[in-house]
């Protein structure tokens, strides 16, 4: 990984990809402090390389949620599905499958913050 930030950078599109199966790897795996911080690296990345609304975005920017929703960080996952699913309403449309999946995340976690009646009304 090193390497590829060394020879290609860090917005490189293969670097991106990379580091994403990484963070992805991490994640599956349990290991969320570890997933975090590339997470974080590379949603950065993809907002500078593809842009806020892309669908590489969206991804890191849902998977980021995911972690902090996996480390009972609820707040923040909050504000990143948030954010992702009236972006994906705007661009894919409400019957979508990565929109209804978002809003099943979303309603998730307002569960967990004790927000029943605005998970029900996802």
Known sequence: M???NR??????????????????SYWIRGRYQEAEPLFIKRLE?????Y???SPQTLIFMSNLASTYRDQEQWEEAEVLYVQVLDKRKRILGE???DTVATMADLAIT???L?????????
Do not use: N, Q, S
Not at 45 to 49: A, D, L, N, S
């Open 2 to 4: 090193e390497h590829m």
């Open 7 to 24: 020879v290609l950078g860090e917005d490189h599109t293969e670097t991106i990809v990379v580091v994403g199966h990484l963070a992805f």
């Open 45 to 49: 990345g993809c907002k500078r390389v």
């Open 51 to 53: 842009g806020e609304e």
């Open 95 to 97: 019957m979508h499958f």
């Open 110 to 112: 307002y569960d967990a």
């Open 114 to 122: 004790g927000r029943r009646e605005d998970a029900l009304r996802l």
